[in-house]
């Protein structure tokens, strides 16, 4: 196999910095440095297997001399580690290992900033092991909250709304009994519903559209009484989505917030005073989005994500003609 360009710039960059005349924290500080260009826009998982290299090197340079030092490279390792893609859960596991040695480290000598970027990082690791028994998504939730005692929505908007938007999902994802089910969706609501307050299509309109995506989602799924209630609000907030969601802009964003409000019309009556008249047009609203999304997925090698749309298009069109073939 022909070595890739990181490889080398990685074996280049370490013979450097062992022939160098800098300072032991210099040639850490250029590692890191080195890692974290890599990591920032990684063509390839080998981009980001290179940048963990480098971090494990910076890592075993720093002894007990540097701790602050140690305490970055071993988050930024476990940043890589974590954008790596994966099917199993080693490298999410080694992932959360590096940022708990890392967080007491940097809670005694860091700023409150990158303490609280490490624990949203640590919630995700912890986010994405809970599927496979590894992590509770309540300790997940525990860090999230603990990193917007710092990113808060007036310093911070973006991590204000991820973090919001990444504690509903994990409400949303608590497997239990259905009464709590309901209660947990519920919080999932408030939760978008909160972090909508201080979030403005003005001020922050990518983390709006994306909030509103996910509300519209929420509402659609609630185990509730008032299904058409739920659904009209939901689709209240695609339609809030899709003012800065577009095909042009954003079409991926836009394609899968114009999915998801076909899905809620899919099942909304035409006249939602009269659901006994049935939805032919909400039907074929819907028919259209889903072509367009189909369209825009399949464009952008978004093969699973059209595969998905291909699937609710076909049972649509299937709803639409046994309801044809009933008239």
């Known amino acids: 196999m022909t070595p890739s360009i990181t490889d080398s710039t990685v074996k280049a960059a370490i013979a450097a910095i062992a022939s160098e005349s800098a300072t032991t924290q210099e040639k850490i500080e250029m590692l890191i440095e080195l890692a974290q260009g890599l990591q920032k826009k990684p063509k390839t998982a080998q981009d980001l297997w290179s940048a963990v290299a480098l971090y494990k090197r910076a890592n075993e340079m720093c002894s007990d001399d540097y701790p602050l030092m140690k305490a970055r ?48 990082n640590l919630g995700l690791v912890l986010q994405s092991l809970v599927p496979f028994n590894l992590a509770q998504i309540a300790d997940s939730i525990k860090v999230y909250q603990e990193a917007l005692r710092v990113f808060t929505a007036q310093k911070y908007p973006e991590e204000y709304a991820i973090l919001h938007n990444n504690i509903a999902i994990a409400y949303l994802s608590i497997s239990v009994g259905m009464e709590q089910k309901q209660l947990c969706e ?61 095909a042009k802009d954003t079409p991926l964003e836009y394609a899968n917030t114009i ?69």
């Open 259 to 327: 999915s998801n409000k076909a899905n809620a019309l899919f099942n909304l009556p035409d006249d939602p005073e009269k659901p006994e008249l049935g939805n032919p047009q909400n039907l074929l609203q819907a028919s259209y989005y889903y072509q367009e999304a189909w369209g825009i997925f399949t464009q952008h090698q978004h093969l699973e994500q059209a595969q998905v749309v291909a699937q609710a298009l076909q049972e649509l069109e299937a709803e639409i003609k046994t309801r044809n073939e009933k008239l």
């Open 73 to 120: 490279a071993k988050v930024g390792m476990a940043g890589a580690l974590k954008a790596i893609p994966e099917e199993g859960t080693e490298l999410l596991l080694e992932a959360k290992a590096a940022y708990t040695e890392a967080l007491p480290i940097l809670q005694q000598l860091a700023s409150k900033e990158e303490i609280a970027e490490a624990q949203m």
């Open 186 to 246: 519920g919080l999932a609501v408030q939760t978008f519903e909160s972090a909508l307050k201080h979030i403005t299509l003005i001020e922050n309109p990518r983390e709006y559209a994306m909030l509103q995506n996910n509300l519209g989602n929420a509402l659609q799924y609630l185990q509730s009484t008032h299904p058409v209630e739920n659904n009209l609000k939901a689709i209240a907030a695609y339609e809030e989505a899709l003012i800065v969601r577009n």
